[in-house]
């Protein structure tokens, strides 16, 4: 049972009574990291086992420098723990300001506190946008509505009255009350669907999809080939341990172990730049979804116009009527007013009328009514809701005022039925038009041109007039802005909202179902779709969408349920907040690139190299040694994969993400990959069919493979700039020093061969390298198609 507890809320000494016993609304964040489980992430990996594990060997088998791989891993993994950790502090540094602040009623004060504060019989002021942080029950409904569609799927509001119960993660959608908290934290309803499903929707991610499927196939090739090569270096004329050295020097190549690491840093990057803009990024894959918009869906109030109303005018059509008592009356008449009545209760600040009875609000009716002692009932709404087909003169200079970007309401005084909340208004009797000002944001405009030159389409759905939205969309410079569509003429069904949406822009009189179909309508012509909103009537739109935005200063709803919030509120970061999410999945794909063309070479010299147990290519008729040391692999892979990825990946990057991502990466690695193999393999066999030493031959062989590798690096940094080229610029110079310097040669068994054996290394470097260059230039429109 229901404690009960007075409408004046808890004691200060109630509530520290229930923190003390852990009663509290701590329920565990499905979106927040801890320190340790990002360590774990960071390290406790199949990859991280398998090369740890046989860096261990190595320091038993082989000189330091063929273990540098290790320090490698190690060193990667501490970038990456340290980047996601300063993601998360920012995230959770914003998440405090953005997330949904309810208010408890505790020593008879209404007061704002943070969703975790909360306490079980604390008595809960609900409000219309006021997301539901606890179970409970209501003891006192003003016409309170609460949409349930969240947790439910229903799509209708429920109507709720003292005693029904409601739950956490539902929202309030018109009226208000009072309700007292049952059950709490883990116990709450919502947190029991976090447990299960760690959190209510996860944002799709195609890039993490296409590189854990790329991963799960390199595991499934690194044991087979792993034990052929084994077997072949056991068998070939070395050492047990030069064997074992060997091996491992192929195995370890063949893991694309900094792919996830850098995948990581550079949406963590993307976290912190993006909060360094006041955006709250809920969702880590939201990132990714910036990049892969084409269809930015943006609501009027608050999105293109600037957030506050004022009421500008007030044309009088009864001269009988006292409109200035009633819209007073009406201004106070509801406790948790939207923000049009707010204007009103500005602008008539003096209310005299004595309220009977009310019927909030609602984004669906786009109405709202009260009952008066000894003045009937009124109503204020949209005049052709209100009014219907009757007095079409009314209707006519309503639409006329709302062509000029401003907002109409209709004040009416009821005649005959009283209106009801289902059956509609009823017969009323216009009063008085109210104009109701809504200025364009000063940036709306430019941030509107980007989208377009971007190649993105801007789709405006409001529930205000339709023409009244039209006249604010022509003022951002919205294409088709001049045909608005007044949604009361459409459904709510996809199939049939597909065309309308397509071949129009912007939409007036939209409901709130209405607003997610039409989401759901781009969906079905392949759209990527992003919508921002702030009101409790974009909660269900939001999230149908690909990528849902709220705006810092929406209703707690709105926030709760948004992959992004913008909690400085300015639309204009939009274009930089797309603008991080193509740089990032951009340079991934440029690093994708190079990190499979390193496991596909890999594993091509290393399955030859086995095969050699079946087929000799040595003079002597026994399998060759591995043509590779593992400080080769070192050196090569950090100066042709791993410092440069790390640059490429941070750079600038405005092209726009496609699908496909696997198949254009494959579509460059492969081939490249077999290039590079065949360079180095070529060379490796070349020096040795002529009596060169294996140094020389693996050293040859090492050029020969930078050589092929660097061009790969080259040719996925295009286009190539100052930046990209001194990046690539500074890796050769590196290699050159590494060559030049005779410690450092040594150091990594890489140096400058007699004549001869240098001639072959060129020949076979350049030779691949041109053959990278021409084979890029065929599979570049291949990725194109």
């Known amino acids: 049972m229901t404690q009960v507890v007075a409408l004046t809320g808890l004691t200060s000494e109630q509530v520290a009574e229930r923190v003390a016993h852990g009663q509290t609304n701590d329920a565990p964040d499905p979106r927040s990291r801890s320190l340790a489980s990002i360590i774990r992430s960071n390290t406790l990996t199949w990859f991280n086992a398998l090369i740890g594990s046989l860096w261990v060997v190595m320091w038993f088998v082989a000189p330091f420098q063929d273990s540098l791989f290790g320090f490698v891993i190690v060193a990667n993994s501490l970038i990456g723990i340290v980047q996601e950790y300063r993601a998360s502090r920012a995230l959770a540094k914003l998440s405090v300001i953005g997330e949904a602040r309810p208010m408890v009623r505790r020593n008879g004060e209404d007061v704002d506190v943070r969703p975790v504060e909360v306490v079980l019989d604390d008595l809960v002021v609900l409000r219309p946008g006021d997301q539901l942080v606890v179970d409970g029950e209501v003891v006192e409904s003003e016409g309170l509505e609460i949409d ?70 390199a595991s499934y090739m690194i044991p087979p080939v792993g034990i052929l090569l084994l077997v072949s270096q056991l068998r070939a004329n070395q050492s047990v341990d030069e064997a074992i050295r060997g091996t491992i020097a192929g195995v370890v190549t063949m893991v694309p172990e900094g792919l996830v690491l850098l995948t990581s840093i550079a949406m963590a990057v993307a976290v912190v730049r993006l909060a360094q803009r006041k955006v709250l990024v809920q969702d880590l894959p939201a990132v990714e979804v910036l990049a892969r918009v084409d269809t930015v869906c943006v609501d009027k109030t608050g999105t293109l116009t600037e957030p506050g109303m004022a009421v500008t005018d007030v044309e009088v059509l009864d001269p009988n009527a006292d409109v200035a008592g009633a819209l007073a009356a009406l201004g106070a008449a509801e406790e948790a007013p939207n923000p049009t009545l707010q204007a009103v209760a500005r602008a008539y600040p003096a209310p005299e009328w004595s309220v009977i009875d009310t019927i909030a609000f609602s984004s669906a009716r786009k109405w709202s009514a009260a009952t008066f002692v000894d003045h009937g009932t009124w109503l204020l709404g949209a005049p052709e809701v209100i009014l219907g087909e009757s007095d079409p003169q009314v209707r006519a200079r309503a639409e006329a005022l709302a062509a000029q970007g401003s907002r109409v309401l209709l004040l009416a005084r009821t005649r005959g039925a009283a209106p009801d909340a289902e059956s509609g208004p009823g017969e009323a009797d216009p009063a008085a038009l109210i104009v109701i000002d809504q200025r364009l944001r000063p940036d709306a405009a430019e941030t509107v041109g980007y989208f377009l030159e971007q190649d993105v389409a801007v789709k405006v759905i409001s529930g205000d007039n339709p023409a009244t939205v039209g006249a604010i969309a022509t003022q951002a410079g919205v294409p088709g802005a001049n045909d608005p569509v007044d949604a009361r003429d459409l459904t709510e069904d996809p199939q049939q909202l597909a065309d309308p949406v397509d071949q129009h822009s912007v939409f007036g009189r939209v409901t ?50 948004a992959q992004l919030v ?52 040595s003079t002597s008729g026994e399998p060759l040694e591995f043509p590779f040391l593992p400080r080769h692999f070192t050196l090569i892979s950090s100066l042709t994969i791993g410092i440069p990825g790390f640059f490429l990946a941070l750079m600038p990057n405005t092209e726009r993400f496609r699908p496909g991502f696997l198949r254009r990466v494959l579509l460059f690695a492969v081939p490249a990959g077999v290039i590079c193999a065949t360079a180095g393999l070529g060379t490796y066999l070349v020096v040795l069919s002529i009596g060169e030493p294996l140094g020389d031959a693996r050293s040859a062989a090492a050029i020969a493979l930078f050589i092929v590798a660097f061009a790969v690096l080259v040719q996925s940094a295009r286009p190539l700039n100052l930046l990209r080229l001194g990046v690539c610029a500074a890796m050769l110079l590196a290699f050159i020093v590494v060559l030049l310097v005779p410690w450092l040669s040594n150091f990594f068994a890489i140096y400058l061969q007699p004549e001869r054996d240098s001639l072959i290394a060129l020949a076979f470097g350049l030779g691949g390298a041109l053959l990278v260059a021409i084979a890029t230039r065929f599979t570049d429109r291949l990725r194109r198609a």
């Open 512 to 561: 709130p179902g209405q607003k997610q179909a039409m989401v759901g309508a781009l969906h079905l012509r392949h759209r990527t779709v992003a919508m921002t909103g702030d009101g409790v009537n974009d909660v269900l739109a939001l999230k149908q969408a690909d990528l849902g935005i709220a705006m810092g200063s929406g209703s707690s709803a709105t926030r709760a349920v």
């Open 566 to 617: 913008l909690l400085d509120n300015r639309f204009s970061v939009m274009p930089y907040v797309v603008a991080e999410g193509r740089r990032v999945l951009g340079n991934i794909e440029r690093v994708s690139d190079v990190f499979l063309t390193k496991t596909f070479y890999a594993t091509i010299i290393s399955a030859f190299i086995g095969l050699t147990v079946l087929f000799s290519f």
């Open 148 to 217: 349930e569609s969240l947790l439910t799927g229903e799509a209708d509001p429920v109507d709720k009255a003292a005693g029904d119960s409601v739950m956490s993660g539902s929202f309030v959608v018109a009226g208000s009350g009072l309700y007292v908290a049952t059950r709490v934290g883990r116990d709450s309803f919502a947190a029991g669907l976090t447990a299960q499903a760690k959190q209510f929707a996860q944002t799709r991610s195609e890039l993490r999809d296409d590189i854990n499927r790329f991963i799960r196939i």
